[in-house]
């Protein structure tokens, strides 16, 4: 639908991202915004429990699901209006935040006992979500969302305005947002403070008016290959083979934060065992090397952000791989490669910034084997390990690089997908699969703790759960 949205209009929702330079009071007033927004989500959330918990009781005393405590509505509407009924109570300073950092921290408990009720239920993709947990002063980011109030970009633009906390200073120029609208093409509907990197960080949610954009090359499909040794390996159905190199900025870095990190290590830093304070040689020492952590993140993000966006701009269809990325992190040998390359950052990007240029992208299969399969004659080889970085093929006399192989073999399944034509790409071919892959897991029985969903120090959402799979598991037919 929103697909469908931004084609008739011309309307996109863009984020435009700049970085603060409070002084020492809004310093202050940040933190302690971000402080409420936390302080409503964990009275939100213990709100809930209470609720799940005494249903729980009820239930388990034999009481009728119609005679049990109502349930508690879990819409943020629904719990603020809880929240200024109570608000006196639980936070007798809730006047000196906006009213903004409560319904901030609300909203977000909302939406994670939204997603882990529709992942319960079959309703969300993705990985299985789990119920929300408090937020630790000490490990949750800080962070405010702002919908209502004076949001604004200031004409000189070197100033924005928030709500209640007034006009702060941005780092770097905010030109590109200010053209956009100055001109009426863009209108802010809304802006979130975070703090992350040693910073605070603004981000402005657009409505952003896009002019009809075209790829300078709208017919040709580029096949991406990610790997370590080179960052993407690029083949077009023009023929042209491009080799882009892996930056490796965390391995460039890593000799100078082992020596940082040493020098960490030999200052008296903070213990929550003894309430021990860190010294400031520590402080001092610790924010060296965060800075290092900071600036290799920062040289990915703008690498990738290169990359993607010549890839957008140059190629009307550009075909990606659905990787296994958290899979692929189980390697020990290869993790900490696979995350500083950023394959994930990789994929999402170039999905929403082909649709932003007019192009399109194409995701292959997880189980199709572009790096087995020969991209002249279609012959799938049986095994290919990781160590053999040259493909030769047994039934033609093609030998070739395996990334540049995988890379013409992605090119060519875009054009198999929609014409039914290709060598590597037919959808008609067969390939082997000696591993069996194909095969489903076998379901299995449930314990006996998870069928009577009492098992001792169980939580009620944890209760609940094996409760509806041991409905789930009785109502199906058993598979063994």
Not at 55 to 69: F, H, V, W
Not at 78 to 98: C, I, M, Y
Not at 396 to 413: G, Q, S, Y
């Amino acid at each position: 639908m929103a697909a469908k949205f931004q084609a008739q209009t011309g309307f996109v929702v863009q984020a435009y991202r700049f970085a603060l330079d409070p002084n020492a009071g809004q310093t202050r007033a940040l933190a302690s915004h971000c402080g409420a927004a936390r302080v409503a989500f964990n009275w939100g959330l213990a709100l809930v429990k209470a609720n799940l918990d005494q249903r729980d009781a009820e239930r388990s005393y034999g009481i009728p699901e119609g005679q049990l405590t109502p349930s508690l509505s879990w819409s943020m509407y629904s719990l603020r209006k809880v929240w200024n009924t109570a608000k006196g109570q639980v936070a007798p300073w809730w006047e000196d935040n906006s009213k903004e950092a409560y319904s901030s921290g609300l909203e977000r408990l909302a939406v994670a006992l939204k997603n882990w009720s529709d992942s319960k239920k079959g309703k969300r993709k993705g990985p299985r979500m789990g119920f929300p947990a408090f937020r630790s002063k000490r490990k949750a980011v800080p962070s405010i969302k702002f919908t209502t109030g004076a949001i604004r970009v200031e004409d000189d633009r070197r100033h924005v305005t928030l709500p209640r906390l007034g006009t702060i200073r941005t780092h770097e120029s905010t030109r590109k947002l200010q053209r956009r609208l100055t001109a009426g093409t863009g209108r802010i509907m809304s802006a979130t403070v975070r703090h992350e990197r040693g910073r605070w960080f603004v981000s402005f949610q657009v409505e952003v008016q896009r002019a009809a954009s075209v790829p300078a090359r709208p017919d040709t499909v580029v096949g991406v290959d990610l790997g370590v040794k080179c960052l993407a390996v690029l083949a077009d159905s023009a023929g042209e083979v491009r080799y882009e190199p892996n930056p490796a900025h965390l391995d460039g870095a890593l000799k100078h934060l082992r020596r940082l990190s040493r020098l960490v290590s030999r200052r008296q830093g903070p213990d929550r065992r003894t309430g021990q304070q860190p010294s400031k040689r520590w402080l001092s020492a610790n924010t060296e090397r965060n800075k290092v952590h900071h600036q290799v993140a920062n040289l990915r993000a703008d690498g990738l952000h290169k990359l993607t966006t010549r890839l957008a701009a140059e190629y009307g269809t550009v075909v990606v791989e659905d990787l296994n990325v958290a899979g692929m992190l189980r390697n020990r040998r290869l993790a900490r490669n696979i995350a500083d390359a950023g394959f994930g950052e990789i994929r999402r990007q170039i999905t929403y910034k082909t649709g932003w240029n007019g192009g399109a992208v194409h995701v292959a299969d997880r189980w199709y084997p572009s790096s087995k399969t020969c991209s002249k004659c279609g012959a799938v080889k049986a095994k290919l390990p990781l160590r053999v970085r040259v493909f030769d093929c047994d039934n033609c006399p093609l030998v070739m690089d395996r990334d540049e192989n995988a890379a013409r073999n992605l090119a060519a399944l875009a054009a198999a997908c929609t014409t039914g034509t290709g060598v590597a790409g037919d959808q008609d071919a067969q390939a082997s699969k000696p591993r069996g892959a194909d095969q489903k897991t076998r379901a299995t029985r449930l314990g006996r703790k998870a069928e009577s969903g009492r098992a001792g120090g169980a939580t009620p959402h944890q209760r609940e759960e094996a409760r509806d799979r041991t409905q789930d598991t009785e109502a199906q037919p058993a598979l063994w």
